[in-house]
Nanobody, 119 residues
Framework: VQLQASGGGLVQPGGSLGLSCAAP????????MGWYRQAPGKEREIVAA????????YYADSVKGRFTISRDNAKKTVYLQMNSLKPEDTAVYYC?????????????WGQGTQVTVSS
């Protein structure tokens, strides 16, 4: 099962970037979805998560007020809108899915997309 993450790139501090993650039909509709990130030399950490209905969301303290997670069940896609980006947001971002684990879904993973915040 493969989740397809996209949307990474290079952005200046203070800028915005949006990530998308498309999932196969059978693992999306009833699955909690999340975004993680891993910076060089650091452990992977949860950034944001959404319950399978979209009714609950979770954010790491470091991104609260700047990042927004959302999902479109019809399109089988979860999004991460990142605003007011900081250099410390630089990392490889991964999407993940789980039928039961929230707010740290980790049963299925995407391939990762690089986000670099630099002037």
């Amino acid at each position: 099962v493969q989740l397809q993450a996209s949307g990474g790139g290079l952005v200046q501090p203070g800028g915005s970037l949006g990530l998308s993650c498309a999932a196969p039909v059978r693992i999306f509709s009833n699955y909690h979805m999340g975004w993680y990130r891993q910076a060089p030399g650091k452990e992977r950490e949860i950034v944001a998560a959404t319950s399978w209905t979209g009714g609950r969301t979770y954010y790491a303290d470091s991104v609260k007020g700047r990042f927004t997670i959302s999902r479109d069940n019809a399109k089988k896609t979860v999004y991460l809108q990142m605003n007011s980006l900081k250099p410390e947001d630089t990392a490889v971002y991964y999407c993940a899915a789980s039928l039961s684990d929230y707010p740290r879904p980790d049963d299925y993973w995407g391939q990762g997309t690089q986000v670099t915040v630099s002037s």
